[in-house]
């Protein structure tokens, strides 16, 4: 470990289970020194593991519905109580399609589930920021990372209605993003990280199959939750601290490979070059 977070204090939301990639963050982020407060919705801390990661990294829990401005605001508020002072970095690692879960095409979307979408999976940031910044509860050169997925820039058919979504949560680190930093140095990035074997990516329909093939296309392969977490904590560090309003890709070089050589063997198309 190299004690890049050490003195640190933060909040981690969406640590759900072992295969989530905050869990991997929470990890990391003890093991390079820091302490912090864990956070997820209600409903999600009864179906998850939480209380063993608490215990693991020896960090206190604060339930809140990222959708509630008045709970984010207990927060913040206890999360600086318990860590005695502002924080230095956040986690929001916070996604849900009601649309996806229930199989609705994109062209035929329930409209009520998309706004629920929205509030729960990109306006959650704003808020959670906007909270933030009133209380002033974030440390100048402090980092703000959100998780995202690419297809917000490419269409995946089957990513439907969260596509949309993580357009709009990647459009608001970017304008927050100037606004805070601006005015306090806090810093905000999104994350495009590679399709990963989590509980709410496996739920996709069709995720083995694009797995395999992101796989075959990326050089490096796809990248894991517990690498994205190593990326993680070097955003939260000093170590990047001109670092704002990014979309950062962290997929293996997936996002930069037009086709490969294995895709095109796999489609019996010979390489004569």
Known sequence: MYNLLKGKTGIISGALDKNSIAWKVAEKAHAEGAKF???????????????????????????????????????????????????????HSIGMSVNIRKKIPYTELNYDYFNKGIDVSAMSLHKMLSVAKKLDAINEWGSVVALTYMAAQRTYPFYTDMADIKAMLESIARSFGYHYGLEKKVRINTVSQSPTKTTAGTGIKGFGDFYDFANAIAPLGNADAESCADYCITLFSDLTRMVTMQNLFHDGGYSSTGVSDDVMHRLGVENNS
């Open 37 to 91: 407060v864990l956070t997820n919705a209600p409903i999600a801390m009864r179906m998850g593991e939480i209380n063993a990661l608490a215990e693991a990294t020896g960090s206190q829990i604060v339930p809140a519905d990222a959708t509630s401005v008045e709970e984010l605001t207990n927060l913040f508020t206890q999360s600086q109580e318990i860590l005695g002072g502002k924080i230095d970095f956040v986690l």
